[in-house]
């Protein structure tokens, strides 16, 4: 490029815009051409050549760059009509609607994947410059340069963005018609080119610009919009006319959803994105899908950590109190401190105020009133005494001494205050009023009254308080008086003319050099220094221009001399005080190398250390390429770009030094491996391990689960069971620990509550049944019950309270009484005046339908119809809801039918107790005696048999019912068969051998092949003994686990006769196929009731083809009545009380 002067009219009339390379070029110095260029691509090429450079050849490097990823060209040149603004201050040109462009499309190849440092924006003027920078952030564009084409000269880059900024209507191109920068702006992009201006008014500037915009229209490079092409679907087109129209490529691909598969399991969201496209770097929005082992789901989303231990809140009854509390999932209930108010009464009768699960207090911090030795009461803490407690009650008091009336707490003495009340005193001996308090002394106050007062020296007079003396004030009244000077001054009073400072300005003159000066007339003439600028001379002398106060043997001469080296003998000029040694002679001279180059150096540089920088050709000894490098400079490696062969076949540009062994092939193929699973990958990458996500079943109980495919499947099947179990509650446990739902793992919930409402203190599989130790809430008219709730009530014998004037019952308390309900409406008036809405003989409700202020609680309260008539007549239970009486007496009266709950009686919005009701107690007192008759007819559950007599009981049903007394089988080899299917806590049963031998001893047909043949003819038979054997003993005895237990063995013992008969008759064997696989484990669980009838139509079976076959015996696992607590209990209308499952 020319130089820039910045004087315009000296660059024109002396030519300093020329540069001294084109001086040399003109003044016909023998110059080289470049002719072979190994940057840009060819089409690139094509803009300079030969509108610039005559000739220009292409290296077989350029050709061989991959396209621009996201554009259909890799070069283009946008047309635009957007106008030029004008930069005053900087003399200088912006655009901002094409800044906006080239931001956006820089924007847009940063989302292709490109590295900023492989993006350079340059533009012609240093407005547009400044115009870029602040829309282009470095949290955004960190490493993306952006230079004016002066700067760039020399340099280069994979991506050129070029804004030319002119556009008027004037003509006006600028210096953009200069051939030198034209060059520069053009030829610095290696692989892609984006030139954004208006082209039709370059085309009538320049002549250079009218032919390379010729060539570029002729290739179809020009135009004005830009087709962007998306990486992933290359199929999808998006036209760009103006900034705008790049919202329709967001993430720089295209508005279709990326949808790609992620290694959590969930598809990408994102918009089609270039970038990341193996998603290393993305963050999966979705809800994250991991579930506590309550199943509770992790609140997070799925790329952040889960939020375990889980901290749901969930229902939980604290043992220790057995209140129900919401605790954190994760909390164990034994753990956690219950937050309930403490109810206990304090030895002061007063109700704790701790918390249920933290220790009483042990000082009462109610407040009480206690009676003070005053005779005043004062609220003291409960558990304190009245020592030392000051009356804070205010009592009216009088001064002795004034007799003036005061209010003042009580522990304070009237002597130890003063009186506060304002009286009107005259003072003495001025004779003024003035109001002060009643305790101050009028002697010692001083009079703030204002009066006139005359000075005496001076005869003016001022304002002043009464008790001031004129004596020790000054006159504060200004005058006008002559100074010593003569001069007028304006002063107060009491000054002193001879102290004052005259501020009058004179002129004064020096005496020693006498020059003058304007100073204050007070100013002394001595004081001041004359800074009068004069011209003296140094003792080098040199003249300077000095203050007229200062020395000149202090000065430092700056005057600029010339000074010779002492060695070299070459001039320089440097400041007369400073001195030549220890400077080094800059002066460049010509120089033999040791090289035998010839170099213009510093007079002080050593040829020895200077590195010799004329450009020589050098060539590789390894291959045939040759470099141009200074002449001190190391060859190294050949650097030079070529084609290679890689092992694969594939070629590949590299380095010429690098070896193909070090190299890796970039392409890509689809491989298959061989599971059948293909992917894309690279050319020698191997997949190891399929990561390819599979469905894969376990073969014991049908469940799936995903896993990679090289991943193999567990050996237990962890899926939640999920059954429910007798009790109501879910299953915990999972598949395998449930043996595929034969099985299930003990309830680990508390008891549903028991019968009469209250919280059951008791574990779910409990087999003893709990007493409710809660108070009994029942009550009538006449007292409250005071016994525990498992305790019998005692009857009340007072007269029955539930009259009217209408209807009156005869009974006692106790008893049912013999009157009917009364319909008529309450006849009494409420608090606000107005007909109460409730029923005669009822308490009255505590709402009014009327009042406006009470219509939002009366909404709130009532359940059902609240627009109904005014007639409709309400009742209002203990829990304070508001029912219709005729609708609430349906709904009571439907719980008593020809089989009904034992419960108590319960309203039927929030299902709280009704302890107390006139028109619905004989209904409490049914309910009452229904809970009385299942507490009598509840018994303790039958203690249940040892394991071993059990085990031995189940054994029998396997063991033949005829076994031989030949030699050759003998009763330990029937012995051994029974205890090989024993576990090893089994094998040393006592009374097993002498049972199984009486067994033997009383049968006596040769028909035992079904036992010595079981293992080896149906092998899951064996094995699923062995796992009722291990569930029997793990598991705490449980009105379900009674219930796996006889389901597991008649399945069981359903094979084996099964097993049996197949083997008498081989050609029925097909028929029992189809019940086979429905007995196998994981299969759905079968009623007991097709169970049972599938095994006697077997055993009827076995016994037509006169097999013998013991008949199943299932007393010693069928569970008892008493087993199933924590069901629902149920009464009959003849009084029976059974339980049945929830």
Known sequence: LRPNPNEYYHARKYNLDISLFERLIKIGIPHATLEIQHRMRPEIAGLVCPYIYPKLVNHDTVLIYQDVRGVTTNMYFFDHKYPEAENDDLRSHSNAEEAKL??????????????????????????????????????????????????????????????????????????????????????????????????????????????????????????????????VHPDVRTIIYT????????????????????????????????????????????????????????????????????????????????????????????????????????????TCTSKCGYPCIKYCKVLVPKPLPCGHEA???????????????????????????????????????????????????????????????????????????????????????????????????????????????????????????????????????????????????????????????????????????????????????????????????????????????????????????EASLKCSVDVKTYSCRVNVQKSYSDCDHSITLPCSTHIGDCQEMVLKTLPCGHKTEAKCCTSVRRLKCRCTGNVTLKCGHSFTTRCGVTIGKCPELTIKEFPSCGHSIKLRCHESLHPTCTAKCKAKLLCGHQCTGNCSECYQGRMHKSCPFQMFPLPCGHPAKAQCTSMSFPTCTYKCEYHCSHRGCTHNCSEPCSPCKKPCSWNCEHYKCAKECYELCDRPRCDQPCPKLIQCRHPCIGICGERCPRVCRVCPNQREKFRKLCIGNIDAKEATRYIQLSCNHLFEVKRLDKLLDEQFQECSIVEPLMCPACKKHISFSHRYGNLIKRKKEMIKAWRSTMTQPVSTERQDTVIKKLLLNFVPAHVPESADTPLTYVLKKICRLLPPIFKNVSGLQQQCESLIIENETNQYSALKDLQRRHPQISTSLQELFEFFDKTPPSAQKSEDVLYETMRIFLLYVISNISHAVPQQSEDFAHLTEKLKPGQPRLSMTVLTSHLDAMQNTAEKLNLKLNRFDATCLSPTKATFINGIWIICSSGHVFCKPR
């Open 379 to 597: 609220l003291i803490k409960c558990s304190k005494g009245i020592e030392g407690h000051k009356c804070i009650t205010e009592v009216l008091k009088v001064f002795p001494d004034c007799k003036h009336p005061v209010m003042l707490p009580c522990h304070i003495s009237i002597d130890e205050v003063c009186c506060q009340e304002e009286v009107s005193r005259t003072l003495k001996p001025c004779d003024h009023k003035v109001v002060m308090m009643c305790f101050e002394s009028a002697d010692n106050y001083k009079c703030q009254h204002e009066v006139e007062k005359e000075f005496p020296n001076c005869g003016h007079s001022a304002m002043l308080p009464c008790s001031t003396s004129i004596d020790e004030v000054r006159c504060q009244k200004e005058v006008t008086r002559k100074l010593p000077c003569k001069h007028d001054a304006v002063m107060k009073c009491s000054e002193n003319v001879d102290e004052h400072k005259c501020e009058f300005k004179t002129v004064k003159k020096f005496p020693k050099c006498g020059h003058s000066v304007v100073s204050l007339c007070s100013t002394p003439i001595d004081t001041l220094c004359c800074k009068e600028k004069v011209m003296k001379t140094l003792p080098c002398k040199h003249e300077a221009l000095l203050k007229c106060f200062e020395s000149v043997d202090k000065y430092v001469c700056e005057y600029g001399v010339e000074k010779k080296f002492p060695k070299c003998g070459h001039p320089i000029t440097l400041p007369c005080n400073k001195s030549i040694e220890g400077l080094k002679c800059r002066k460049k001279v010509p120089r033999i190398l040791p090289c035998r180059h």
């Open 102 to 231: 080239v931001v956006a499309l820089c924007d847009y190849f940063l989302k292709q994947g490109y590295s900023p440092t492989q993006i350079t924006v340059l533009t012609t003027y240093t407005g547009q410059l400044l115009k870029l920078k602040p829309l282009m952030p470095r949290s955004k564009f960190e490493g993306v340069r952006i230079t004016a084409v002066d700067n760039f000269q020399g340099e280069e880059n994979d991506i050129i963005i070029l804004s030319l900024v002119r556009s008027n209507d004037n003509g006006r191109a600028g210096f953009l018609s200069i051939e030198n920068r034209i060059c520069v702006a053009l030829s610095r992009a290696k692989k892609g080119f984006y030139c954004f201006g208006n082209f039709t008014l370059l085309r009538s500037c320049c002549d250079t610009w009218k032919s390379i915009l010729q060539y570029v229209e002729q290739i179809g490079k020009l135009n004005t919009s830009l087709e962007l092409r998306c990486l």
């Open 243 to 350: 900034v705008d129209d790049f919202k329709k490529v967001p993430m720089g691909g295209c508005k279709r959803i990326c949808n790609a598969d992620l290694r959590c399991g969930h598809a990408c969201t994102m918009l089609c994105h270039p970038k990341d496209r193996d998603h290393k770097y993305y963050k999966c929005k979705r809800q994250c899908e991991n579930k506590c082992d309550n199943g509770h789901r992790c609140h997070n989303l799925c790329y952040m950590k889960c939020s375990f231990p889980c901290m749901v809140l969930v229902d939980k009854i604290i043992p220790q109190c057995g209140h129900e509390q919401e605790v954190p999932c994760y909390c164990d209930p034994q753990d956690y401190e219950c937050q309930v108010p403490c109810k206990k009464e304090l030895t002061c009768g007063h």
